[in-house]
Nanobody, 120 residues
């Protein structure tokens, strides 16, 4: 299974971006798809996740600003009201287990990352 993320870029604070991630390589439909991010010098952290039945989960830092959605084997992250502290490389991830959605150690498949830079 391969995950391909896209949609990153440079945006001013208060602006919006939409990230996309598509899974390919087999007929496998991930039960959970999610987004993580890693800022320079920091650990990779959970951003949002969505189950196949569309139940969503968000980190407190992005609630009310980011929206995760999916279309079968694609997952999207709509990011609004972006802040400079949202600057990071964003990774999409997928797994079959429905447990521990916020733990990066539980995800089996990872995309290559897409850089989001928010200027002040």
């Amino acid at each position: 299974v391969q995950l391909q993320a896209s949609g990153g870029g440079l945006v001013q604070a208060g602006g919006s971006l939409r990230l996309s991630c598509a899974s390919s390589g087999s007929s496998f439909v991930p039960y959970v798809m999610g987004w993580f991010r890693q800022a320079p010098g920091k650990e990779r952290e959970f951003v949002a996740a969505i189950r196949l039945a569309s139940t969503t989960y968000y980190a407190d830092s992005v609630k009310g600003r980011f929206t995760i959605s999916r279309d079968n084997r694609k997952v999207f992250l709509q990011m609004n009201s972006l802040k400079p502290e949202d600057t990071a490389v964003y990774y999409c991830a997928a797994k079959n287990s429905g447990r521990r959605l916020t733990s990066k150690y539980e995800y089996d498949y990872w995309g290559q990352g897409t850089l989001v830079t928010v200027s002040s």
